[in-house]
């Protein structure tokens, strides 16, 4: 499902470019889970260049806030020197949390364009409407669905085998050690 909220920057977004940059996101969603973090990857993109970069990685940093908006937006203010990221853009492959969706209100992102929904934390579209509410001092337009699939298959996978490694650990020591004794 394509949901658009917003028309208010002058120019059209085509769906190409849309999906150029989530493509970018989904590389660093597969970085993410080659470390075993949640494959969720972030890009800012800014006069149609990258500013700023993350994936998931709140277990290798040791930060709850590590996730890939987070991450990409941090980078993105220290590319620009400046922590408002006017006339800027976040690609994200899965639908933002409401630590995240406040963040994208706080540095002024101009859209948000994401992946897959999220039934369980999103804070957009999913159990929240965060960025229509006004009592909010900017308003974010948003996109989401783009690549929906490929964004949703890549956490399916990552989540089915991270279950299949947990019930094989789980059966390997439940199983008793057998120990000859000597005759």
Request: net charge neutral; proline share 4%.
């Amino acid at each position: 499902m394509l949901v658009i909220y917003g028309e208010r920057t002058g120019r059209m977004q085509t769906a190409e470019q849309d999906e150029h940059w989530m493509r970018e996101a989904l590389s660093l969603a597969a970085l993410g889970a080659a470390v075993g973090e949640v494959p969720v990857g972030a890009i800012v993109v800014c006069d149609g260049q990258i500013v700023g970069r993350g994936y998931n990685s709140p277990i290798g940093r040791t930060d709850p806030c590590a996730h890939a908006e987070i991450l990409a937006l941090r980078e993105a203010a220290r590319t620009l020197d400046n922590y408002r990221l006017v006339d800027c853009d976040l690609y994200v492959t899965l639908e933002p949390c409401p630590m995240c969706a406040g963040a994208l209100v706080h540095s002024r992102i101009r859209k948000l364009i994401f992946g897959a929904a999220e039934p369980k934390a999103g804070a957009i579209i999913s159990r929240d409407c965060f960025l229509g509410r006004d009592n909010l001092n900017h308003q974010v337009e948003m996109v989401s669905g783009i690549l929906a699939d490929e964004c949703s298959t890549m956490l399916s996978a990552f989540f089915r085998r991270r279950r299949e490694r947990k019930k094989v650990e789980r059966k390997a020591r439940l199983q008793p050690l057998v120990v000859e004794s000597p005759q």
